[in-house]
Every structure is written in C-alpha cells, then in structure tokens.
T-cell receptor, first 117, second 113 residues
C-alpha cells in the first residue's frame, strides 16, 4: 500500500458526460501528479500540482482539468467524454520539498478505471 | 525531449534463473532513472531509482539495476527469479526542467515454474 488513495475504483459512464476522479496523496506529500494509462498510448503524464498550484502540464486535453485543494487532495475533471477517454487514471504523489524535485520518488495510487460507453 | 525505450515487450525466464529487463534512455542533462512494477489491477509500485553515485542500485524484493552512462542504459536485474515476480515492469526517466516521469512502454515478465 503506497498511502495514495483514489476514488472511485471503477467508473462507467456514457459519451458526452462529465466525471470527477479524486486523489488523496500520502501524508506530508505536497506534489500530486496525474497519469493516464491506455493500451494505445501507454502511460502518459497529464498534469502536476504542487501545494495547490499547477506546476507542469503534459498531454492533457482541454476537456480535462484538475485542481489541488488546501488539504492537498486533488481532483481530475473529465468532460465531454469520448470513447477514447476510456483508460486507467493514476494519481501519484511525492514529498517535493523544493517545489517539485525531479529526484523525488513518486508513489502511485491504485488507479481509477474509466469506461466510456 | 526525454524518452525511454524498453526493447522487449515480453521476457520469459525460468524460476531460479537470473532475469534482466532492458531499458535505454535519451535525455539532455543528468538522467534520474526509475523502475516500477505493476501487478494486474494494481497501481505502480516503486522498485528503485538511480540519482547519482554508485552505478549499481539495489531496490526492493531483491531487484537491482545497473546504470551505464556510455550505453545510456539502466537494465533491471535479479539473480534468481521467482514466479511471483511475474508482472509488468516500467522504466521511467525524470530529466531536465520536467518533474514528471516519462515511461517506457513496459515489459511483461513471465517467470515459469
């Protein structure tokens, strides 16, 4: 158990809908990262937050957004869902004492499996 | 841009034999390299990382990895494989100004009893 929690574990929804994925980082970790794992794209970085502020952006679609709250939990919002958005979405956290140190170990949650029908 | 290659989609090894899962990387600047393992329906578990110093890094569950700067490789090794080591292994790099990890495509390791 990494100490990172994600809810829900599974999500089934229809095209065009909007969903919210939630992540609680390990106690004391300031950085939260979101990744998408799909069969065709592999594991891809979406976005990083550090202590409430957006820190880095990857291959995140404009239909997707995220935020990190004062208690450091994070939410990933996916809207206007398409079939191709079906994937496993991981949250990871790291301690990041210095606004995101690239040598930090990222600890991953169990993921949320999103199925868009 | 940084990238990681795992040239083998699948590696099969007999239980008790040594195993190697290959990884090569391409970065500008110093590479920070990581290995993660993913069991079915589970998240990624951290195994080990190379930041600096000794080229041989020891990690969890008896795994180790050898950093080779001239060959830009970071192969994962274990002296004696267990059936329970069967899983999907990912190599990742964090380099330059980016904090995020760039992952390889993964290697499915199967240890045969």
């Amino acid at each position: 158990d990494s100490g990172v929690t994600q809810t829900p574990k599974h999500l089934i929804t229809a095209t065009g809908q909007r969903v919210t994925l939630r992540c609680s980082p390990r106690s004391g970790d300031l950085s939260v990262y979101w990744y998408q794992q799909s069969l065709d794209q592999g594991l891809q970085f979406l976005i990083q937050y550090y202590n409430g502020e957006e820190r880095a952006k990857g291959n995140i679609l404009e239909r997707f957004s995220a935020q990190q709250f004062p208690d450091l939990h994070s939410e990933l919002n996916l809207s206007s869902l398409e079939l191709g958005d079906s994937a496993l979405y991981f949250c990871a956290s790291s301690v990041s004492l210095t606004r995101g140190d690239r040598t930090d170990t990222q600890y991953f949650g169990p993921g949320t499996r999103l199925t868009v029908l | 841009a940084q990238s990681v290659a795992q040239p083998e989609d699948q590696v099969n090894v007999a239980e008790g034999n040594p195993l190697t899962v290959k990884c090569t990387y391409s970065v500008s600047g110093n590479p920070y390299l990581f290995w993660y393992v993913q069991y079915p329906n589970r998240g990624l578990q951290f195994l080990l990382k190379y930041i600096t110093g000794d080229n041989l890094v020891k990690g969890s569950y008896g795994f180790e990895a050898e950093f080779n700067k001239s060959q830009t490789s970071f192969h994962l090794k274990k002296p004696s494989a267990l059936v329970s080591d069967s899983a999907l292994y990912f190599c990742a790099v964090s380099a330059g100004s980016a904090r995020q990890l760039t992952f390889g495509s993964g290697t499915q390791l199967t240890v045969l009893p």
